[in-house]
């Protein structure tokens, strides 16, 4: 391998792409990983997110921070971005999905997932520093367990797993998961800015645990360099070309050779590069399949938020997520949080509209709503103090629904888009946020003795729901024929082309898919020969 530059090119920093930089490493392999975003020491992170150029991700604008948004006709993506990938913005919310999500058609056949990824649900969460039960308990906790006792699903209510290091508040220890190989960190002040990046040190993204220690084993790991390019040699091996992420002038390309590559750069870039390698000719045999099973976890954000709030009903101290329920079988709920003086996000919020009616429907209960109480809505809709005065309702379902993204031009230049794909319609909006969004806001006025309200989301007012869990359309299948991936991760067509992220996700999992992305990516891995090594798994087959 000695006539290549690297032995693998990584392309992301994510779930996906810290598993396979660590393991390949342990096994021998010269790893190069490329990542689009920043590098982040604890104190970079925002204080608030209202700090825009440390908060979202803009480069072109000058703005280098954690959150990504992305526009579809269907849907509105939240994402990460940096050295750690959604790690740095996620919620360190880390749930095993149920049996529905193993059985989905799309892949059951293949294997017996539930039990074969089960070892590696146990590696994921041994890395992750999964702590199985939130231990704490105040007034978000109580107001949840209250909702769900009034929706008559109490028995359905549990502490979130988050993978926090809470060990004394705001005191420095030396490793405490890695034997003294990992960082130093400090335990968890309950700030609440976990989606905004954890300043204090406590909250496990992969900076703390994979992406260190497989830079301890020699992984280079380069910042600010979005790939462009994935090129298939003609003796072999491919060509990676990258440039410097946001340039307007100056991109200062460069090409390095990989006998392998792993794309890990999330469902939306490493879908983009896909269609884009495809319709280029980079790599012409990608399936056609491509796009398709694009899933955005049946998502809706809605929540509840009151006028005001006594100083004793503390709604922002905790970490992000603490506890969730069912409000049926296949529909779960989450609440969430922003920290003290975090308000940002509270633009997007708004009154809650009749879902799934028409357009102009849905602006006149809004207006009308406004005009019944402007006062009222006026303060509810303030950004004072938001994220102290609300719950943000995450809602998630198993449903069977997806789109398909493709390409199309727009002013000369290819962008993607979607419509409407396999299984239901993507939903516009859940009716059971709606619902559970109420429960929440009585249980919020019954806690604090103020008036709160249900709130919905401005993107929710114009049919586009929000999601932070963008998945699929390049999913693992039986055959290039259902999808872009086979059973090990190796893209159908293209030998030494891998996808590890969460865009090999057949089906949506109905709870964060942060650790099902870890456990795949560390069953994945684990097929790979040691360097040197006859490969043996199977080959593929034209299907």
Known sequence: MTEFDEDVVVVGSGFGGSVAALRLAEK???????EAGRRFEDDDFAKTNWNVRRYLWAPALGC???????????????????????????????????SAFFADPQWHGIADWETELAPHYATAKRMLGVVEHYPHTGPVERIMAGAAEDLGVGDTFRRAPVGVWFGKPGERTPDPFFGGEGPDRTGCTLCGNCMVGCRVGAKNTLMKNYLALAERRGVAIEALRTV????????????????????????????????????????WGTQQLLHRM?????????SGSIGRLTRTNSEALDGA???????????????????????????????????????????LATVIVPGGRPLGVRLRSLVAQVLRSPLRQFRLGSLRRWSERGIIALVMQTADNSLTLSLRRRFGRLVMTSAQGHGSPNPSYLPQAHTAAAAIAARVEAEGGVPAAPRGSWPEVFGIPLTAHFLGGAVISASPAHGVIDAYHRVWGHPGLHVVDGA????????????????????????????????????????
């Open 278 to 286: 495809k319709e280029s000719g980079a790599l012409p045999r990608i």
């Open 228 to 267: 462009s390019e994935v090129r298939e040699l003609p003796s072999g091996g491919f060509a990676v070309t990258t440039q410097r992420s946001g340039a307007w002038l100056r991109h200062a390309r460069r090409t390095v050779t990989a006998r392998q590559v792993v794309l890990a750069a999330g469902t």
């Open 28 to 34: 021998g392999y010269r790893v190069r990983v490329y």
């Open 305 to 347: 938020v009151a006028t005001d709030v006594p100083e004793s009903l503390q709604l922002a101290r905790g970490v992000a997520i603490t506890t969730s329920f069912h409000i049926d079988e296949r529909t779960h709920v989450e609440n969430v949080r922003y920290g003290p003086g975090s308000n940002l996000m509270g633009a």
């Open 64 to 98: 280098y921070g954690i959150q990504r948004i992305h526009r579809l006709p269907h849907v509105l993506i939240l994402a990460g971005a940096g050295v750690g990938g959604g790690s740095l913005n996620y919620a360190n919310t880390l749930y095993q999905p149920g």
């Open 504 to 543: 090999a996700v057949p089906a949506n999992p109905g709870v964060n898919p942060s650790l099902t992305i870890t456990a795949l990516a560390e069953r994945a891995l684990s097929y790979w020969p040691r360097y040197g090594e006859v490969d043996g798994r199977p080959v593929q087959s034209a299907g």
